[in-house]
């Protein structure tokens, strides 16, 4: 029987991960764990949840004694853009808390996930087919913090034993839980505001590809890869994934086709342009494949076909 604390249960992955563990594992045996922001209603409503924050270590100990915790999935980050404008705050939770994370779980015999991204690749990594093992040199917080937090992760799994695994996501696109301050987070605004407006004003230009993922996918990612036969792992940690690569003209024609009206124009924000520039446009994701049998499901037409479909339905009800 498994034993779950989910830490940043209110962001755009942890509000839906933890529903799907929840759906697997059973209610009681997935903690939500939050910060400031309380869960939506559906995670409160479904299962325990307690304060937990990943900088403040006696309060993850507490929660892994009171529910004898044998997994922890930490969700808690500053997305890219914001974490340029804090990187002092994106430090302290990215890696100060993947730490404290760490520490936790070799003392109490947790497995942990850790979310890497493409950010923790940098202007000199080859943004073609980028490799899973390659050049990583990031030039903004959040790629140090996720450098930091893959290294560590394999420091605690080869000096300590503890179960560590990660996947470096692209961005993630979904219809429950909006992102907030990431460089990838325009592909899921384009499909709100084409429901509700028609239009659309992209902050970044065309041309920039980017990896990308529909969130079911991105659950699976994470459950399959905490399954997966450890014999089998030669990675562990930090696994390139990606379902899709395009650029903001494709995903536009996309949305076109199902409102043919819709119409994009650009006021490219100058900072996440910087940092979209130095991420890759599309990562070999072999690895993954090999190793625990990555397979997303959704692509771009499907993925977007899905998104209007679940935007359009909370905008007829008036929930957006
Ligand atoms: C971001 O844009 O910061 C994230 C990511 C790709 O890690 N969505």
Redesign the pocket.
Known sequence: MKNILIIGTAGQIGSELTMRLRSIYGNNNVIAGFRKTMPSQDVLESGPKEMVDATMPERIVEVVKKYNIDTIYNLAAL???V?EERPQAAWNVGVNGVYNVLEVAREHGCAVFFPS???AFGPSTPLDDTPQDTIQRPNTM?GVT?VAGELLSDYYFKRFGVDTRGLR????ISNVTL?G?????YAVEIFYEAIKNKKFTCPLPAGTF?DMMYMPDALDAAINLMEADPAKLKHRNAFNVSAMSFDPEIIAAEVKKHIPDFVMDYDVSAAKKA?ADT?PNNMDDSAARAEWGWDPKYKLPEMAGDMLKVIGEKHAKGLI
Request: proline share 9%.
């Open positions: 997305l890219s853009a974490a991204s493409i950010g959040y996720k996501y692209p961005g993630i992102p301050g990431g460089t990838t987070d980017l940092i991420w």
